[in-house]
């Protein structure tokens, strides 16, 4: 599927996840002065990771995360880190449990959420228990 904009998610034939995709595809390509349709697309994207996950919790729930990862993300470009804060927690929260590089990365990006809010404390703790994880096996 070309993911050209966020009708894209609504072709027929489009898988859910593939719709997800496709909304996240929108959202992280959109540059952050084209006004709301980049959150709209990654809104939407959480509110469909979060009926899949739902449903599916152990397939659908790391998508779930990468759809708050993205958002988290894109409200702290556009200098929003309070609201991206709750967003990169849920994140951290959903991938405790299986650990790995999704871990990483969602801790990675509370970390960069609570610098850009001065709390350079939690930042530093959140990073080091990043770097504490162990590497993935070969």
């Known amino acids: 599927m070309t993911r050209n904009g966020p009708d894209d998610a609504t072709r027929r034939g489009t898988s859910a996840v593939a719709a997800i995709e496709g909304l996240l595809a929108f959202a992280t390509n959109r540059p952050r002065w084209a006004g709301g349709s ?23 729930t790391p998508l779930l995360a990468r759809c708050l990862r993205t958002t988290a993300r894109l409200l702290l470009v556009r200098g929003r880190a309070t609201e991206a804060l709750p967003l990169a927690q849920e994140a951290v929260a959903l991938t405790r449990a299986a650990g790995g590089a999704a871990l990483s990365m969602s801790l990675r990006r509370l970390a960069e959420v609570q610098e850009a809010l001065h709390r350079f404390s939690d930042a530093a703790a959140t990073l080091a228990e990043a770097d504490d994880l162990p590497p993935p096996p070969d």
């Open 38 to 60: 980049a959150l709209h697309s990654a809104s939407e994207a959480i509110a469909r990771s979060r009926a899949l996950a739902a449903q599916s919790p152990g397939e659908h």
